[in-house]
């Protein structure tokens, strides 16, 4: 079973700067695409940006330039360093990975973390 357990959120006034970092777990596996979504109660989930197994990088317009994605293969984390806070980054940050436990690839999603950036 495959577990992704993010932290790193909080309250943080408007121009500062927080690192979510996404912790992937259980037994062997491969981890392929991972990335950052988030959604508020008035918008549906949209991607903040994602990172493929070759490093490549992928961002929303509306964080590029203010937010930079990274990942560590050796302990399955990745990051996303939270640069020049606005009020409307406020949501529910989710991580998102395809990981292969054998056959295929799946879909994981981690429970969210809140970020709430003040005015």
């Known amino acids: 079973q495959v577990q992704l357990v993010e932290s790193g959120g909080g309250l943080v006034q408007a121009g500062g700067s927080l690192r979510l970092s996404c912790v992937v777990s259980?037994?062997?596996?491969?981890?392929?695409?991972i990335g950052w979504y988030r959604q508020t109660p008035e918008k549906q989930r949209e991607l903040v940006a994602t990172?493929?197994?070759?490093?490549?990088?992928n961002y929303a317009g509306s964080v590029k330039g203010r937010f930079t994605i990274s990942r560590d293969n050796v302990k399955n984390t990745v990051y996303l360093q939270m640069n020049s806070l606005k009020p409307e980054d406020t949501a529910v940050y989710y991580c998102?990975?395809?990981?292969?436990?054998?056959?295929?690839?799946?879909?994981?999603w981690g429970q969210g973390t809140q970020v709430t950036v003040s005015s």
């Open positions: 998102n990975a395809q990981v292969s436990v054998g056959i295929g690839v799946d879909d994981y």
């Open positions: 259980g037994s062997t596996f491969t981890i392929y695409g």
């Open positions: 990172i493929s197994h070759l490093g490549t990088t």
